[in-house]
């Protein structure tokens, strides 16, 4: 499990593809730092397993699957990537519940700059809408946001300077995708009332 809140912005440092899955290698000295082997490590908010480490650096299998489901397939060399290790036991809850199980992908619909911040918007997929609420969590890349304008088509989150700089967000231009993961908790609560009271 994770929580949202990204450690380290690493970078792709190679690629190896193969017919139905690839592996990449991805500098992160900070995540590495205590790593072993099968630990769990989100990279731009996708879950993957640490197969191989040294020097600073990490490799990773991604299946067909992940590829498919998620933007890490765009990934090419040099790309910058949002890492956190998973959450330990005695670790500060400073985001949300975050899985690192991808939902789906957006896009990125347009910017609008503060003073200091700046207010992202996206494209609202029909398959997620259900669980998009304004003022709830939600992850984009990795990173635990608050939706804070909603409409029937687009949702927006307003990003701070620190997120601004010390993640992906910051680097997004409009057309690019993004991975989506939405609230576990609303999720269950929706299975919860659509089993009925009768099977609780």
Known sequence: MFTGIVE??????????????SVLRIRGPLVTGDAGH???????????????WGDGEFSTDVMAETLRASAV?????GSPVNLERALRSDGR??????QGHVDTTTEVVSRE???????????????IARYVVHKGSI????????????SDQTFAVSL?????????????????????????????????????????
Do not use: M, Q
């Not at 809850?93 to 975050?98: Q, S, T």
């Not at 984009?140 to 939706?147: A, F, K, M």
């Not at 680097?171 to 908790?185: C, T």
């Open 113 to 127: 700059p503060g003073d200091r911040w700046e207010a992202v918007t996206f494209a609202l997929p029909r398959s």
């Open 160 to 200: 701070i300077p620190t997120t601004l700089e010390l993640t992906t967000l910051g680097r997004r231009a409009v057309g690019d995708r993004v991975n989506v993961e939405v609230d576990v908790l609303a999720k269950y609560v929706e299975r919860l009332l659509s089993r009925g009271a009768s099977d609780v």
């Open 8 to 21: 380290e912005l690493g970078e792709v440092v190679d690629i190896t593809e193969h017919a139905e899955s």
């Open 38 to 52: 099968g630990d769990s490590i989100a990279v731009n908010g996708v879950c993957l397993t640490l197969t191989a």
């Open 139 to 150: 992850t984009l890349d990795g990173v635990s946001l608050t939706v804070s304008a909603l």
């Open 93 to 98: 809850f400073g985001g949300h519940v975050v």
């Open 73 to 77: 397939g765009d990934l090419r060399l």
